[in-house]
C-alpha cells in the first residue's frame, strides 16, 4: 500500500470511518420547490412523475416529514442539521454561521462534494464545502434566461433582477446563458450529470442538486404543458377530492383524517365556470390581494395555470431520470442513498405581474395562485410560510437498495434537522465533537426497519407564527392567534382544535416551545 492510501485511511480513521473506500455508498440529496405534498404520482398527485415513483416504489415513503415552512429557512436546516435559528437564518437570507454544512463533514471524510441548482445563502457553495458548483445563488428567476434580453427574443420577466448564479466560485451577475433553449431545470441537470461522468470513481461522492421548479413564475416547455392541457378543467374541488382518494388508498393517510374543506379564500370551482354562483361576499374571511379576480371566470386560464405548473413538475422529474440513468450507467445505482423531498408546502403567494402574457413563456411572470395551491397540499390546510401540515409536510423519499425495503411506507415523524445526521451515519463518517452540535437524529434506523421510529419533539417559528410537535401532539399558532391543539393520530388535517380540553398539556407545550425559542434566539411573545 502506498503512502497516499495509508494517509487516506489514517484521515478516514480520524474521522470514524475505517473500511475501504469504495465500499461507502454515494450520497444523491435531489429537493424541489415550493411543491405541494400530493402533487408527485407516488404521494396522491395525477401528474406523470414515472421516476420519482419509481424510487417510491423500490424505497421508502415518509408520510410525516417536515420542513420550515420557507425556502432559507429550510436549506438552513437542511444542510447543517441545526434549527435555522441557530445559523443565523430567522427568515431571510441564509447566512450559515455556528455550523458545518455536510459537505464540510463529508469532504474531510473522502467525499467529493458536489451541488447543483438553487443555494439561497450568502456564501458560495464552494465555499462551504462543495468541490464544484453551478447555478442559482439567489431565490428564484426566470426559467427560459435569468439574464439579459438576447437578440430576437423577448425580454425577460422577473421580480428582482439581475439575479445572482455561480460556477465553481466564479459570480455570475447578470447571467445570460448563449443556448437560446436554456431552461433552469435542465441546465442543472446537465451539470450534475457532467460532474457524474468526470467524477474519480476510487472515491465516493455526495450530490446536492437543488431544483427551483416548480417555483414560481409558471414557465416550462410548450410540449410538456400540452401533455396537460385540458386535464384541470374539472377544477380544483375535484382535483382535491380524487387526490385525497388515492392517498387513501396508498396508505399514505389514516381514513379517519378527514379531507380538509376548501380554504375559505378560495371560490368553489362552479364559481368560475357558472357565472350565476359567482358570489364575491360569500367568501368568509377572504383577502383580496391574494385573489387574481381580473380573470376568475376564466376556466381555461386556470386550466393553463395548473397545466404549466404540472409541466414543470413533469420535467423535474424527467430530469431526475436522467441522474437515475447516470447512476446506472456508473454502476452507482445500488450503492447510492437517494433522498427526495421539497423544501416547502404548494405557494399561495400571488405573482401575476404579466396580466397581459399568458403562463409558460420567457416574457411572463405568474403564479399559481390559492386555489390550485390549496389543491397541491391535499388533504391539509394552508400553504407555504404557514406552520399548519399544508406549510410544513413535505414528501421524502429514501431509495438504498439491499438497506430498504422496497415500497415502504413509515409514519415516523422526521425533520429537516436529521439528513446531515443520516448522511454523516450512512457514509461512516463522525461529525466532528468540537462543531456546534447539530439537533437531529439519524433515520438509517428508520429507514431500514430497526426502528419504527419513537415519540419526539421537533420545533418551529417563522415570523409570528410558532409551532411543535411531542409525539402525537402539535401545538400551533399565527399572528393574533391563540394556541390551538390537535392529536395527529387522530386528526393529522387539523380540524379539531383540542386545546380548551387539554389545558395543562397546552401549558407544559407552551413551556417548552418558549425554552427552545429562548435556546435558538427567538423573541417569546405571548398568546392568549
Not at 199 to 214: G, S, V
Request: hydrophobic share 40%; with cysteine.
Amino acid at each position: 500500500m502506498g503512502m497516499r492510501a495509508i494517509g487516506l485511511g489514517l484521515v478516514l480513521a480520524c474521522w470514524g470511518w475505517t473500511a475501504a473506500a469504495d465500499e461507502r455508498p454515494n450520497l444523491v440529496v435531489i429537493m424541489a420547490d415550493d411543491m405541494g405534498y400530493s402533487d408527485i404520482g407516488c404521494y396522491g398527485g395525477e401528474i406523470e412523475t414515472p421516476n420519482l415513483n419509481r424510487l417510491a416504489a423500490e424505497g421508502m415513503r415518509f408520510s410525516q416529514f417536515y420542513n420550515n415552512a420557507k425556502c432559507a429557512p429550510t436549506r438552513a436546516s437542511l444542510l447543517t442539521g441545526r434549527y435555522a435559528q441557530q445559523v443565523g437564518c430567522h427568515n431571510d437570507p441564509v447566512k450559515m454561521v455556528n455550523c458545518l454544512t455536510f459537505a464540510e463533514v463529508l469532504r474531510p471524510a473522502g467525499y467529493s462534494t458536489y451541488m447543483a441548482g438553487k443555494w439561497h445563502a450568502e456564501e458560495l457553495p464552494t465555499e462551504r464545502g462543495f468541490d464544484r458548483y453551478y447555478g442559482l445563488t439567489d431565490g428564484c428567476c426566470n426559467y427560459w434566461n435569468p439574464g439579459e434580453q438576447r437578440d430576437g427574443e423577448p425580454k425577460p420577466a422577473e421580480k428582482n433582477y439581475p439575479r445572482k448564479w455561480s460556477r465553481d466560485g466564479e459570480v455570475m451577475r447578470p447571467y445570460t446563458p448563449e443556448d437560446k433553449d436554456f431552461y433552469t431545470t435542465d441546465a442543472f441537470t446537465d451539470f450534475a450529470v457532467d460532474t457524474l461522468k468526470a467524477h474519480d470513481t476510487a472515491k465516493p461522492f455526495l450530490l446536492y442538486l437543488a431544483y427551483t421548479a416548480p417555483h414560481y413564475p409558471l414557465q416550462a416547455p410548450e410540449e410538456v404543458i400540452a401533455k396537460y392541457r385540458g386535464k384541470y378543467r374539472i377544477g380544483w374541488d375535484t382535483l382535491r377530492e380524487q387526490r385525497h382518494a388515492r392517498q387513501l388508498d396508498m396508505g399514505l393517510l389514516n381514513p379517519a383524517w378527514a379531507l380538509s374543506p376548501r380554504d375559505p379564500n378560495v371560490a368553489p370551482w362552479v364559481s368560475v365556470t357558472e357565472a350565476s354562483a359567482w358570489n364575491l361576499e360569500g367568501l368568509r374571511g377572504r383577502r383580496e390581494e391574494n385573489l387574481p379576480w381580473e380573470h376568475a371566470r376564466d376556466a381555461d386560464l386556470w386550466d393553463l395555470k395548473m397545466a404549466v405548473y404540472a409541466a414543470m413538475v413533469d420535467r423535474m422529474d424527467q430530469n431526475i431520470g436522467r441522474v437515475l440513468a447516470q447512476l446506472e450507467a456508473m454502476g452507482a445505482m445500488d450503492n447510492t442513498l437517494i433522498l427526495f423531498l421539497s423544501d416547502n408546502g404548494g405557494c399561495a403567494e400571488t405573482r401575476n405581474d404579466t396580466p397581459d402574457v399568458p403562463p409558460g413563456p420567457v416574457n411572463s411572470y405568474r403564479s399559481v395562485d390559492p386555489p390550485w395551491a390549496n389543491a397541491q397540499n391535499t388533504p391539509f390546510r394552508l400553504y407555504k410560510r404557514y406552520l399548519m401540515e399544508g406549510g410544513i409536510s413535505t414528501p421524502l423519499i429514501a431509495h438504498w437498495p439491499g438497506h430498504i425495503e422496497a415500497g415502504a411506507i413509515t409514519h415516523a415523524a422526521g425533520h429537516l434537522i436529521d439528513v446531515l445526521p443520516t448522511l454523516v451515519e450512512a457514509a461512516g463518517a463522525t461529525y466532528p465533537a468540537d462543531a456546534p452540535a447539530n439537533e437531529g437524529r439519524s433515520l438509517l434506523p428508520v429507514m431500514t426497519g430497526a426502528s419504527a421510529g419513537d415519540d419526539r419533539e421537533i420545533f418551529w417559528n417563522f415570523g409570528s407564527d410558532a409551532a411543535m410537535r411531542q409525539g402525537k401532539w402539535k401545538l400551533v399558532h399565527g399572528l393574533r392567534e391563540p394556541w390551538q391543539l390537535y392529536d395527529m393520530q387522530a386528526d393529522r388535517t387539523e380540524l379539531h382544535d383540542v386545546a380548551a380540553a387539554h389545558p395543562e398539556r397546552v401549558q407544559a407545550m407552551t413551556d417548552a416551545w418558549e425554552n427552545w425559542a429562548r435556546k435558538v434566539g427567538v423573541e417569546v411573545r405571548k398568546h392568549d
